[in-house]
């Protein structure tokens, strides 16, 4: 690759001198001579042109010299990239590897982008009580981004048992967002394409159906179910009736039917077909308006779906369409009953009339004797003919039905709407007419009202050919009904007792309620089996500060004074590197055929340590600096190339260290407290600092380039790790964030654990912390051009603070107290 130019003398940039780039005020960048050359203007000597955009521009008053030097072009120029040596490992210094993590993520990214959206957050849904008579469960919803839905009680849906699967894998814990992620893996493409759309036409600007706010999980519960939370209503439909026929109130009567009409007429334009609608799956809402609300079909779906191919008559309430009573049972063709094909649109215009007969009628029990007539037909031992037989018992209960809509329709003079209801209840499918048919003779009884200007409908055709939907309780995994069960969560989670109902439960109760219903189900391949092996090395006499990788070797220090090298093949020791006099505090190791490792001590100590195959430590040099009595003691390291060893010491210096002769090359001041951490990435050294600041040098005259350092009052806090990925820093801090930059210009700032995060690792897109609070955290880190995502995936838990992490070809190596635990893949 050619060496960057500059623009106006084209002659390739140096690394000192005149030809240094420095970046104008307007972003350009020039090297310094050509800017000391641009032609002043009398009037305000100060002020030139650039010579790319030929803006004014303001020169410092003490020159070009003033001006920022461009990193990036010096990273494209970095003297370390051109010479061949020893790479450095260390938890800063790491490439990223090819090898995957030791579990597999929960998503990927057409999953993720699909669906991040509609995940609520952990804490928006609080005081849960669930009743398994009726598959769902009423909560209270918290919504951060508007204030009009705070506190608001809604309906939440179980979609998917967690089963036989946990969120728990031994000592690793899924975190939230990967818990609903792999829930919605386990769903299958068909049920997810299907919950899509219902989201969908849900969101939205359809009329007259219900709002569902997004998809939720206990946090709290290890087995809990994925919730669909929904809208809730309170007043259905035959709540409000009267004991007097509606006929009497035809205006109300023509309008809530021409609302509910509308309402499934919706669904039908995205091609959404229920199937079933049940009474109460029609509500209204705060305005008196018809909805039909989806929390209610799924339930009442399930319910139908039990009720038939469990044989139970009991519910009064439930019926359905002869041709979904043959889907339901299974094991007969559509041909055997007479139909040319199964669930579709008509199915849904047979309900609909159903459901307005039974306001017409008054009679909320108009299809018990069909369902228990279809109840003897399949279950009573009925042999063969099957066409015949239900269509004869079809036929006696629709006469039965129809002579009391004539009684009715007829004296009012509404033989129009007599004969849409008795076409819409034909027992073929395709003789029903469509939704709009029967929209427009209800909307003709308005017309006779004279106001048929308040009602007006899109017309548009429904896709006949494109039905992808069936919701006949498939996708709602609701419990069975057994016994009124409840659970209440507090606003912290925790399990209270429920007075108001008997037995108190927990998810993992719900979630076996719903398992036997998941067997049968369509499902993807997510978390399962155990997932990972763990190794624990007992390794020091007190507590581990560093860990890195080298030659084929893990080496581990501590505070007992001593280095100790593993066998990555079986984690034996090779070997124990003493001399320190002091706690070892920093370490470092330069891979290759014989690896160097070079530590760091608590009295300004630096040795280096030459590592071979036998089991003799040779100790190549070691000396003693940073040595303040005020401060002391070697914070941190990095090398780079085979060129320089860089240290940071508690006296606030960094001093750079020729890796030749062992020579001290240069001391870099500017910090105001310790330096805790370096990172050396394209020819740019960068010191982290308990100050709160992070400064970047140039590592070819170790001058100082840019500082970097969160401005926000109250955000200063020590920087304790630093990690260097591309054009992206990330450090964290003592308050339990990450903060990241790109290009020296802060980006976010992220809160990942509760305390001081010691320990921050990052490779290929894997991130990994751990600190205070004894958890180490996994999350992934994707970079989309200026765009940083953070997506946490699992937590683990130990018994002791983490001082040191390390993820190294599908291995995740941690270090708390004495012991190093290895986690890796099952094979």
Request: charged share 20%; net charge negative.
């Given at each position: ?484 069960i409840s659970t209440k969560l507090g606003i912290d989670g925790s399990l209270v007792d429920n007075f108001n109902v008997g037995e108190v439960c927990s998810s993992r109760h719900m979630s076996e309620c719903v398992k036997q219903d998941w067997v049968n189900a369509d499902h993807c391949e997510g978390l399962e089996g155990d997932g990972f092996k763990s190794i624990t090395i007992e390794a020091h006499n007190d507590c581990i500060t560093a860990l890195a990788v080298g030659g084929g070797y893990l080496f581990s220090a501590s505070f007992d004074k001593t280095i100790k090298v593993w066998s990555l093949q079986d984690f034996s020791l090779v070997q124990t590197l003493k001399g320190h006099e002091h706690k070892i505090m920093a370490m470092v190791v330069m891979d290759g055929t014989q690896p160097l490792c070079i530590s760091g ?227």
């Open positions: 690759m050619e060496p960057p130019e500059c623009p106006v003398c084209l002659q390739p940039y140096e690394f000192a001198g005149d030809s240094v780039p420095r970046v104008l005020p307007c972003g350009h960048s020039a090297c310094e001579s050509c800017i000391s050359a641009l032609p002043r203007r009398p009037a305000a000597p100060s002020t030139v042109r650039c010579p790319a955009c030929n803006i004014l521009i303001r020169i410092p008053d003490l020159g070009p010299s003033a001006l920022p030097k461009n990193i990036d072009l010096l990273r494209l120029h970095s003297p370390d990239s051109r010479s061949p040596g020893l790479d450095a490992v260390s938890n800063s210094g790491s490439k990223p590897n090819p090898y995957p993590i030791f579990f597999p993520l929960p998503w990927n990214e057409d999953l993720y982008s699909k669906w991040k959206d509609l995940v609520l957050p952990h804490d928006s849904i609080s005081l849960v009580t669930f009743d398994c008579r009726l598959g769902s469960a009423t909560a209270s919803f918290y919504s951060s981004s508007s204030s009009v839905l705070n506190n608001r009680t809604v309906i939440l849906i179980p979609l998917v048992a967690l089963s036989s699967f946990s969120a728990q894998r031994g000592p690793l814990r899924l975190s939230y967002l990967a818990r609903v992620m792999n829930s919605l893996m386990r769903m299958g493409e068909d049920r997810m394409n299907h919950l899509g759309l219902l989201l969908e036409v849900s969101s939205s600007c359809r009329r007259r159906i219900s709002r569902v706010f997004g998809l939720w999980m206990d946090p709290k519960e290890e087995l809990s179910p994925l919730f669909l939370v929904c809208e809730r209503f309170d007043k259905v439909v035959l709540d409000v009736l009267n004991d007097e026929k509606c006929v009497n109130e035809m205006f109300a009567f023509a309008m809530m039917a021409m609302e509910m009409c509308e309402a499934v007429m919706s669904l039908h334009y995205v091609c959404i077909v229920c199937g079933c609608l049940l009474p109460e799956c029609f509500v209204l809402d705060e305005l008196g308006h018809c909805i039909l609300d989806l929390s209610r079909v799924l339930v009442s779906g399930k319910r139908i779906r039990e009720k038939i191919s469990g044989a139970a008559v009991s519910d009064s309430s439930v019926f359905a369409s002869p041709e979904v009573h043959v889907f339901l049972q299974g094991g007969v063709s559509a041909a055997e009953c007479g139909f040319d094909d199964f669930v579709g649109y008509g199915s849904d215009v047979w309900s609909l009339a159903c459901v307005i007969a039974m306001i017409l009628c008054g009679d909320t029990i108009l299809g018990k004797e069909l369902f228990q007539g279809f109840f003897d037909v399949f279950c009573g031992g009925v042999d063969g003919h099957f066409a015949e037989i239900l269509f004869d018992h079809y036929e006696v209960w629709k006469e039965k039905v129809v002579s009391k809509l004539e009684a009715l329709l007829l004296e009012a003079k509404l033989e129009s709407l007599l004969q849409i209801l008795k076409s819409s209840l034909s027992y073929q499918p395709q003789n029903r007419p469509q939704i709009k048919e029967l929209w427009s003779c209800i909307r003709s009884l308005l017309t006779k009202t004279q106001v048929a200007s308040l009602a007006a409908m899109d017309t548009s055709e429904v896709k006949e050919s494109l039905v992808s939907c069936t919701i006949i309780g498939d996708m709602c995994l609701a419990p069975s009904e057994t016994s009124s001590d608590s009295s300004s100590g630096i040795f280096v340590w030459n590592i071979s195959s036998s089991a003799s430590q040779e100790l190549l040099k070691s000396w003693y600096e940073h040595n303040d009595w005020r401060y002391s003691g070697i914070h941190s390291l990095a090398v780079s190339g085979i060129s320089h060893l860089y240290s940071g010491g508690g006296d606030k210096s960094i001093k750079a260290w020729s890796l030749q002769d062992y020579s001290l090359t240069c001391v870099m001041t500017g910090h105001k407290s310790t330096v805790s951490s370096l990172a050396l990435v394209d020819g740019v050294l960068y010191s982290g600092s308990w100050d709160g600041t992070i400064r970047l040098w140039s590592l070819y005259d170790h001058t100082l380039l840019s500082e970097l350092g969160d401005k926000t009052p109250g955000s200063s806090y020590p920087v304790l790790s630093l990690i260097v990925k591309d054009h992206f820093v990330l450090s964290s801090y003592e308050d339990g964030c990450i903060k990241i930059w790109r290009n020296d210009e802060f980006i976010k700032s992220i809160k990942i654990q509760n305390g001081a995060i010691f320990a921050l690792h990052v490779d290929s897109n894997w991130m990994c912390t751990g600190g205070w609070d004894m958890i180490v955290s996994i999350q992934e880190l994707l970079v989309d051009g200026l765009l940083v995502d953070v997506r946490p995936v699992a937590s683990l838990n130990f018994d002791s603070v983490i001082t040191s992490l390390l993820h190294w070809h599908g291995k995740l190596f941690v270090g708390f107290s004495n012991k190093i635990k290895v986690f890796y893949g099952a094979t």
